[in-house]
């Protein structure tokens, strides 16, 4: 899987009243909630991104409520993959578990600037500034997460080992 | 080999013999929990599992308290689907409003968890239930609708980190000066994907009402779980309220911490966390002047009884600065009875407080009691990133109900001695 897109930068301990504010919690249409999607930073998110950008963030991103909205919505707004220096865990989960990939590079976080075309191959890990020609390495997927994001989902995955279960049960 | 009480409680509920930080486990869960927030989300994801019925009507709960009383269509319209998805699949333990409040305070109160169990929500704040010796964890929705489904869920066993407390408190120093003291130490990502263990004799001496406070802001460090090992006072707690026998674990002597950590709590002052973060604390003494317009008391962190009781005893026989709104809401129906019968309602009503309906109120910024641009509010939740209880310029102050009380007297940040 690869992805290749336009670098959105934020820095670190970026929480999930950042990403979205509670005051908009009250639905839970993607759409909806892409149109509010880092609302008291940078106003018009989802209006300036390409789908397939690519967010870069510092440390801790994503801390705080467990609210899924939050990957929700910036997977909504268009963008294919975060690279971080680290993750809170609850997003964490949250992100794979609706088919939004996450990378933990502390090179390519610092390294990588706003409006930088960047590509990444979540197979082999490996990150490309496209204008400089840099490369890094993220650390490899979990095995687990990798097998989610293929299966489009946690949900498309819990279908696919029940049905091999069964299967397997069949045989 | 020896086990902490986090890798005993999964262990037990992976039904294997022993689990190391870094073993990735599927476990049972015991009780699975939304909001309505989450579980709208989550039911979604139940549904398009494409299972007919839940894995188990009496091991979820569903409660509404993040906008309720409805603050407007849309979260009238969240609330309804919950509403009817809790009576199309018998869900035991939905409580509406007028039999519940909030999530983390009725959960406990109604004998829902017990020493022992594993708790899955879809609440960050899950990890309060660690107050009871329980192993319990917030997720997002989509993990709670596959739980729905299949009463199961992944985990990846968290390494721990022990936090010891030793000598004697202060006499207005409580369990939420405690844990902003050890938030300072850590900072917000200090305990990520770890364990919180909290013990030492400070600890034993607390009530469930402050060890909840404690557990309930392990999530404010990182931490997947807050522990505390049950005793004598977990027991007798939990002793009325079910009739589920408690599995007790402890630590073994000779389990493995990635770090302990040991504070002496003698010379700790009430702390106070300045904006935007919980970890960005400062003894009461070296706040200065910080002049409020509002203050709360109140959410799954101090809307207990023993919390109101603190501020009632402290604005007994004060008013609340003129200029100063003052926002009291009780965690529960039940509490809410009891602080009237105690008298502890009348004297807040006296002082000058309004008291909401149970439910977690301003704390998340979206209703009853939200902030103005410029506003500086002083509030005893959990939280105070920019914009959480309102404008993106407004400010929160975090503390304890007894520095809140004494605040809303003086109209700035103080404690009970300059009342």
Known sequence: ?171 | MPMTITEKILALHAHCDHVSPGDLIEVDVDMALANDITAPLAIKVFEKMGTPSVFDREKIALIPDHFVPNKDINSAQQAKAMREFAARHGIVHYYEMGQGGIEHVILPEKGLVMPGDLVIGADSHTCTYGALGAFSSGVGSTDLGVIMATGKTWLKAPPTIKIHYEGGLSPWVRGKDLILYTLGMLGVDGANYRALEFSGTVITGLSMDQRFTMTNMAVEAGAKNGIIEPDGITLSFVAHRSHRAPSVCASDPGADYERVIRIEVDTIEPQVAFPHSPANVRPLSQVGNIELDQVFIGSCTNGRLEDLRDAATVLRGHSVKKGVRLIVIPGSQLLYAEAIKEGIIGALLEAGAVIGPPSCGPCLGGHLGVLAEGERALSTTNRNFIGRMGHPRSEVYLASPIVAASSAIRGCIAGPEDR
Request: aromatic letters at 8%.
């Open chain 1, 1 to 171: 899987m690869r992805f290749q897109g336009t670098v959105w930068k934020f820095g670190d301990d970026i929480d999930t009243d950042l990403i979205i504010p509670a005051r908009f919690l009250n639905v839970s249409d993607v759409e909806e909630l892409s149109k509010n999607c880092f609302a008291d930073i940078r106003k018009g998110f989802m209006d300036m991104v390409a789908p397939g950008d690519v967010l870069v963030a510092g440390k801790n991103f994503g801390a705080g409520s467990s609210r899924e909205h939050a990957p929700l919505a910036i997977k909504a707004a268009g963008i294919s993959v975060i690279i971080a220096e680290s993750f809170a865990r609850i997003f964490y989960r949250n992100a794979f578990n609706v088919g939004l990939p996450l990378v933990e590079s502390l090179e390519a976080s610092r390294s990588l600037n706003e409006g930088a075309m960047v590509s990444v191959n979540l197979s082999t890990g490996e990150i490309e500034d496209i204008d400089t020609g840099r490369r890094f390495f993220a650390k490899p997927l979990p095995d687990l997460m990798r097998r989610i994001i293929e299966a489009g989902g946690l949900v498309e995955y819990v279908k696919i080992k029940r049905a091999n279960n069964e299967l397997s049960k069949a045989r």
